[in-house]
Nanobody, 124 residues
Framework: QVQLVESGGGLVQAGDSLRLSCAAS????????TAWFRQAPGKEREFVVVIRWNGASRYYADSVKGRFTISRDIAKNTVYLQMNSLKPEDTAVYYC?????????????????WGQGTQVTVSS
């Protein structure tokens, strides 16, 4: 059983940066892919980015490409989401999710493990 805990959210101004963390416990991320999703009020959950644990492959949503970067620290069993040039439309609860295997899925239904979410609010 994988347990995920996100942290790092907050209130920032447009153009600022934030780094979110997703720490895993219960087992390592090895052999899993880990993704970030987000959900704004009144909207469906939206895929942001996914990474294969070996770090060899990443897949970004077009809306964040060039501004967000996903990375992982094997020793800390943690996945990070560096968010730069934040925009008000990035405001959402951000969730990390994990699934066994190597497929870089952008489908939330394919992820059995989820964190509790962390709020990111970007003011204009």
């Amino acid at each position: 059983q994988v347990q995920l805990v996100e942290s790092g959210g907050g209130l920032v101004q447009a153009g600022d940066s934030l780094r979110l963390s997703c720490a895993a416990s219960g087992r390592t991320f090895s052999g899993y892919v880990t993704a970030w999703f987000r959900q704004a009020p009144g909207k469906e959950r939206e895929f942001v980015v996914v990474i294969r644990w070996n770090g060899a492959s990443r897949y970004y949503a077009d809306s964040v490409k060039g501004r967000f970067t996903i990375s992982r620290d094997i020793a800390k069993n943690t996945v990070y989401l560096q968010m730069n040039s934040l925009k008000p439309e990035d405001t959402a609860v951000y969730y990390c999710a994990s699934r066994p295997g190597v497929t870089l899925s952008d489908n939330a239904d394919e992820y059995p493990y989820w964190g509790q979410g962390t709020q990111v609010t970007v003011s204009s």
